[in-house]
């Protein structure tokens, strides 16, 4: 008996992924679903390393099309792990499976419903359409479940050398702090009172560690990078850092030495105390983009203790500055928010600038259209030339096969066509509408930040002051503006003689 043929597609769209046995798995299971389903396995597509967002970003996709419409390979069924492997864009999943299909091709899953039923079918489409929603919000999700997971005081990435995860599976794992690895634990807090006791070198740290052991117990010799991670982490005496958030916080797991101990340590081996800010950062929304006026450096929080309380700052640290320029919290806020009610724009300079801004949309929208209608043409033209074929073979000019060959080629031209029509996206919106609401907001733009958390706070005052803002003598002042908001200064100062600028949006 002859099996039909098949062949397998697997996708990984995180470059990490290919390093690991996340490809081999997918193919392992796919053969052995062709295994136990007596298909014979003729060709494998692997798309390493990128996205499932649009087919024409993945070429083994686009080798895959091409493969099973030739009708000499006689495919029947193209085998993925799982659907979101297949496609994240349900719209163009569908179109890519419709074209298959008629040519006798049916995508199935490896570890999902597979029955070729019209409720195999639907799960298959609803399996798609999950995939698409998971990826358009798994970035926003794990992001905040991260920095949820982090400010609650546990550490949600890799553990630091001398640190585990805990055992169990990962939802018994799930908001569980690292626990201590005591077999490498104890040579670091060896290695850290040696460090607290003179100032060594990192080499001879090195060595001393090395001297312990530590390669037995960790698999490589020490080196001064490693020292300089290792003592450069405040994670073991309990105060965590995200450096993507710029944040403190104390953990909940266990630290391996006193504080004072790490200090020590630190002070000795790389010349300075180390500063672990504790501050709860929401109350610093300024912090990142609020600068030295004299260094131009940028100002961090601190917290200063007076005569009966602590004072909430903006503080310069900078060693080689020679002023130590500071603000209180509430009276940088207070010159903040100043700063945004000025930005109001009067009512003929919102005319203006909405006649333009949305002029420049209009011209996008434009070139959008104008790209998919270039598309749509080259499908017309390769749909006339199916009908040339036609007519060729009728009157005797191409044989039959020639004249199938030929099809079947522009079949497929068409097919993928079709497919990246879908990468041009047309945003349409009510101009009324958008207008409304670019209004409100550009005249509540200082109750909007009292309004809204720290994230949204920053990215806020990243999109009007990209170049930040400065204090110099207690005074908070600009710098430059994002070039919507230069466009209505420039606006209400009357200088019309502008060209708006590339990607400018309401």
Same mark, same amino acid.
């Given at each position: ?23 081999? !798995? ?60 297949? !496609? ?45 929603? =998971?990826?358009?919000?798994?970035? @926003? ?30 939802? &018994? ?14 040579? *670091? ?56 958030? =710029? ?13 004072? !101990? ?23 929304? *300024? ?37 130590? @320029? ?44 104008? @790209?998919?209608?270039?598309? &749509? ?52 919106? =009510? ?6 609401? !670019? ?11 009292? @309004? ?7 990215? *806020? ?46």
């Amino acid at each position: 008996m002859v099996k039909p043929k098949a062949v397998i597609y697997i996708r990984v769209s995180d470059e990490s992924q290919v390093k690991n046995n996340s490809l081999g !798995t997918q193919l392992k299971i796919c053969q052995n679903f062709a295994k136990s389903n007596e298909l014979e396995v003729v060709e494998v597509f692997r798309d390493e390393g990128v996205s499932a967002k649009h087919i024409q970003t993945r070429p083994a996709m686009r080798r895959l099309l091409s493969f099973c419409t030739v009708k000499k390979n006689n495919i029947s069924r193209v085998i993925v792990y799982k659907m979101d492997r297949w !496609t994240r864009n349900t719209e163009e999943g569908l179109i890519a499976m419709s074209f298959l299909a008629k040519y006798g091709v049916a995508v199935i899953p490896a570890t999902e419903v597979a029955d070729q039923t019209p409720m195999g079918k639907a799960m298959r489409t609803i399996l798609m359409v999950l995939g698409e929603l =998971d990826n358009g919000l798994k970035s @926003e999700r794990v992001k905040d479940n991260m920095q949820s997971l982090f400010r609650s005081g546990v550490w949600c990435w890799k553990p630091p050398i001398g640190y585990i995860r805990p055992k169990g599976t990962k939802e &018994e794992t799930k908001g569980k702090p690292p626990i201590v690895f005591k077999k490498i634990a104890d040579l *670091l807090i060896m290695l850290i009172n040696k460090a607290s006791e003179s100032n060594y070198s990192k080499k001879y740290l090195a060595e001393y560690l090395n001297s312990l052991g530590f390669k037995q117990g960790y698999g490589k010799q020490a080196d001064g990078k490693l020292i300089t991670h290792i003592l450069k982490n405040s994670f073991y005496c309990g105060k965590m850092y995200a450096n993507k958030w =710029d944040e403190y916080r104390v953990g909940k797991h266990q630290p391996i030495i006193d504080e004072a !101990t790490w200090e020590r340590a630190y002070m000795n081996t790389f010349g300075t105390k180390r500063k672990n800010k504790t501050q709860d950062s929401s109350e610093y929304p *300024l912090k990142g983009i609020l600068f030295c006026g004299n260094c131009n450096r940028p100002q961090t929080s601190s917290n200063p203790r007076g005569r009966n309380k602590n004072y909430k700052m903006y503080e310069c640290h900078q060693d080689t500055c020679k002023h130590n @320029e500071r603000i209180g919290i509430d009276e940088a806020h207070k010159q903040f928010l100043n700063i945004l009610s000025q930005l109001k724009p009067t009512e003929r300079v919102l005319k203006l600038f909405s006649a333009l801004v949305f002029e420049e949309w209009d011209v996008s929208i434009a070139k959008s259209r104008n @790209e998919a209608s270039i598309i &749509e043409n080259q499908v017309t033209q390769l749909e006339n030339k199916l009908t040339t074929i036609s007519e060729s073979n009728s009157k005797g000019i191409l044989s039959d096969d020639e004249a199938k060959a030929r099809a079947e080629e522009t079949r497929r031209e068409i097919a993928v066509l079709k497919i990246e029509r879908f990468d041009y996206k047309i945003e349409e919106y =009510d101009t009324e509408t958008v207008k409304n609401f !670019t209004e409100a907001f550009l005249t509540n733009l200082d109750k909007l930040w009292m @309004e809204l958390d720290l994230a949204h706070k920053q990215q *806020l005052q990243q999109q009007i002051f990209p170049k930040g803002l400065v204090c110099k003598n207690k005074k908070v002042r600009t710098t430059s503006l994002a070039s919507s908001f230069e466009l209505m200064k420039a606006l209400k100062d009357e200088n019309f003689n502008l060209v708006i600028q590339q990607g400018l949006e309401p």
